[in-house]
């Protein structure tokens, strides 16, 4: 009885170390603030032309900067599980027998807190630099968000975006044994997700450039974050209570409204479903894969 006491209170004490982890190493508040600070002043000012354009009829463009936080997480999830696999921690699960799964969660967990801190700090900081700029852009499409359950849907679709990102970095971090590749990845599909996740750049534009070539398209589509960021503009624009809503968010996902959309522009139910649908697809691939790597040889 003694011995199986033990062993829940030490599977209980997972999260509360991975969270000592984290506020006693000094490099994770770079990954997990500065770095998604630096990206989101550094976007926001390139995209609004240093406050020159104005997006009072475009302010969706305000919101698709928040996953930021997101997809910088990269780097402080897999530098944690850097610092536990050199602790020799991770090698000694199976003497503790700490299940696969518990790890998993309490991972995921406090990556999940890390980027609605790193979120709110995002925000903080867009309203400050609206104070010398002048298009208040950022500060406009935040005024936006009057309604309860747009917060509901942001927090939702910001946790499956968060969920998909951490299953790949937890695999990156379990699957490969230097630190230094595992960080070189982390920062390809950084760069990858921050470009062609509805970020920074505009999907039409891009693809017209490239004659909307099959290529063009797919680098896109196959980007993890792509459905779930169409969810979270689809929250910020509250396209389930009217689908007209849909001119505002147009610039952030398409320089002009697909036939497709256009075409049932008065009946958009189909858009949620398949998004949810493809976002689900990518967490249960990411998550089947992260609890079945074994992780006990490292």
């Given at each position: ?15 509360t170390?991975?969270?000592k ?38 302010y ?42 518990h ?71 379990f ?16 760069l ?28 896109f ?6 459905s779930?960021?169409w ?12 689908s ?44 089947v894969?992260?609890v ?7």
């Amino acid at each position: 009885m003694n011995k199986i006491t033990n062993i829940k209170f030490i599977e209980k004490q997972i999260l509360t170390y991975a969270f000592k982890t984290y506020f006693k190493t000094p490099k994770t508040y770079l990954y997990s603030i500065f770095l998604p600070i630096l990206f989101f002043c550094l976007f926001y000012l390139l995209k609004s032309s240093f406050g020159n354009e104005n997006w009072e009829t475009l302010y969706s463009q305000a919101w698709s900067l928040l996953p930021i936080s997101c997809i910088c997480s990269l780097f402080t999830i897999s530098n944690i599980i850097i610092n536990w696999r050199e602790s020799n921690f991770i090698s000694k699960i199976k003497i503790l027998r700490i299940k696969k799964i518990h790890l998993f969660i309490s991972f995921l967990i406090l990556s999940l807190v890390i980027t609605y801190i790193s979120t709110v700090v995002n925000i903080i900081c867009g309203l400050i630099i609206d104070l010398f700029l002048v298009n208040k852009n950022f500060t406009f499409g935040i005024q936006q968000l009057i309604y309860f359950d747009q917060y509901v849907g942001i927090f939702f679709t910001i946790s499956i975006m968060q969920i998909i990102i951490f299953s790949i970095t937890y695999i990156f971090s379990f699957f490969i044994n230097s630190p230094f590749r595992i960080q070189v990845l982390n920062l390809i599909f950084c760069l990858y997700m921050l470009f062609f996740g509805g970020v920074l750049i505009n999907r039409t534009n891009f693809t017209d450039s490239f004659n909307n070539s099959i290529i063009s398209q797919a680098i896109f589509y196959i980007n993890p974050i792509d459905s779930s960021q169409w969810l979270y503009l689809f929250s910020c624009g509250r396209i389930i209570n009217d689908s007209s809503n849909i001119v505002y968010i147009s610039d952030s996902l398409f320089s002009t409204i697909p036939y497709s959309i256009q075409d049932k522009y008065q009946d958009l139910t189909y858009e949620i479903p398949l998004c949810l649908t493809i976002s689900g697809l990518w967490i249960s691939i990411f998550a089947v894969i992260s609890v079945k790597l074994d992780i006990k040889k490292l």
